[in-house]
């Protein structure tokens, strides 16, 4: 992909063609590349344009490589027609998972499948600037690695263990990011490599990657973190729900009103994190003379049968159930996904889980509800990343610029 941009939403100067071309073929790109829309019919009714447009507007996307006609067909009114898609090899996406200990870049393709990729044990109390700049040369390395340059990249993703505010692409209020409290993330990588930068917390990336990968026909659903620490991502109609700042679903700084009270990662008292998190549970070990620091600690200590953290882990459990009650009472979800490391030790985390949502929880709202767990997938963040990017780039809104990129190719003038 030949980027002629400096950043989000420029236009090209040697863009000399029809701009109401370029919104026709940008309607287009944008319907296909949602997923709105899979055939030709459907581009003539959802687009409003006449079927003449959308025939020749259509021929001049796929000629330029933007989207492709695959081999599944869809019944239409005369003869079968071939099912539209995006091409997923038209760009890549450079995307990022940042752990409190560990980092993993990848470049991926539009579907998204990973292409090349790097994991590294990195610990981001180094600060921003140290830890971006290194993102940045492994971004290099992995493109040129496929061969690729920066002019080829859609835009990047990146997943943090943190509050995000989404609207501004910065870190608000860490706790366990110290010397990251609104770190300009966006602009600092915007800068370097001149494409859309998307900086979103660690848990709703992967809530949309296990919804989009698994459970697309659930639109009302909770993704529950349960490792080192607790969070949650809600998809509400199928979307990723945020709230006003991009707070909604840090359930692991809930305050129950319960004695005793203790001290929580950020600083508060009483956090569901403090009492039910990996760290928490390991906290409690050690108390005991049981060595245990990780949520991984823990779950082998449960796998080898250890009494107590087994009781840790199913109170961890009931504690969970108290929380996710009042997220059934607000949210009404079809379906609630437990996540996270705690998740390999299922059937004693569940126990208390369910022990709780269903005493707890009125009959209305528990009675098509599914509680179940999702396995730990290494890929989640950086597919949720992926993911991400695609689908903002995809919006009517921002489709337009996807264009103005490929605007030398003579097809789309």
């Not at 002019?151 to 509050?163: E, F, T």
Request: with cysteine; hydrophobic share 40%; net charge negative.
């Amino acid at each position: 992909m030949a980027s002629t941009t400096s950043g989000q939403g420029s236009t090209p100067r040697e863009w000399q063609g029809d701009l109401n071309a370029i919104k026709a073929s940008a309607a287009l790109l944008s319907l296909v590349g949602s997923g709105r829309a899979r055939s030709r019919s459907a581009l003539t009714e959802l687009s409003g344009l006449s079927r003449a447009t959308v025939h020749q507007k259509l021929a001049g996307l796929i000629d330029a490589g933007l989207i492709r006609e695959t081999e599944e067909t869809l019944p239409s009114g005369g003869r079968p027609t071939r099912a539209l898609d995006l091409n997923r090899d038209f760009a890549v996406v450079l995307s990022v998972d940042i752990g409190e200990q560990h980092i993993r870049v990848a470049v991926t393709d539009l579907q998204p499948r990973i292409l090349t990729e790097i994991a590294e044990t990195f610990d981001i109390l180094r600060g921003p600037a140290v830890v971006l700049n290194w993102i940045e040369e492994q971004f290099e390395a992995l493109l040129s690695r496929i061969g690729k340059t920066t002019g080829d990249v859609l835009g990047i993703g990146i997943g943090l263990p943190a509050p995000v505010d989404y609207a501004n692409g910065r870190i608000v209020g860490p706790s366990v990011m110290v010397g990251w409290d609104n770190f300009e993330i966006r602009q600092h990588l915007e800068e370097r490599f001149g494409v859309p930068v998307y900086a979103e917390n660690d848990v709703n990336l992967l809530a949309l990657s296990d919804h989009r990968q698994r459970r697309t026909n659930v639109s009302e659903m909770v993704f529950v973190k349960v490792g080192t620490g607790i969070g949650s991502g809600i998809i509400t109609e199928g979307r990723l729900y945020r709230g006003a700042q991009g707070a909604a679903g840090d359930i692991g700084h809930i305050q129950f009103a319960r004695e005793p009270a203790p001290l929580c990662r950020c600083g508060k008292i009483g956090c569901v994190e403090a009492r039910a998190a990996g760290w928490a549970i390991a906290r409690e070990l050690r108390k005991e003379g049981i060595e245990a620091h990780t949520a991984r600690d823990v779950t082998r200590l449960v796998e080898l049968g250890q009494p107590l953290a087994i009781h840790l882990v199913r109170e961890s459990g009931r504690i969970l159930g108290e929380v996710m009650t009042s997220l059934v009472s607000i949210l009404n979800p079809q379906m609630i996904v437990i996540g996270g490391t705690l998740a390999i030790v299922n059937d004693h985390l569940l126990a208390g889980i369910r022990e709780l949502v269903y005493k707890r929880s009125l009959p209305l709202a528990t009675r098509e509800l599914e509680l179940v767990i999702s396995p730990p997938d290494p890929d989640a963040g950086i597919m949720g990343a992926a993911i991400l990017v695609v689908e903002e780039q995809m919006k009517a809104q921002n489709v337009e610029t996807v264009i103005l990129r490929h605007s030398a190719h003579p097809a789309l003038k």
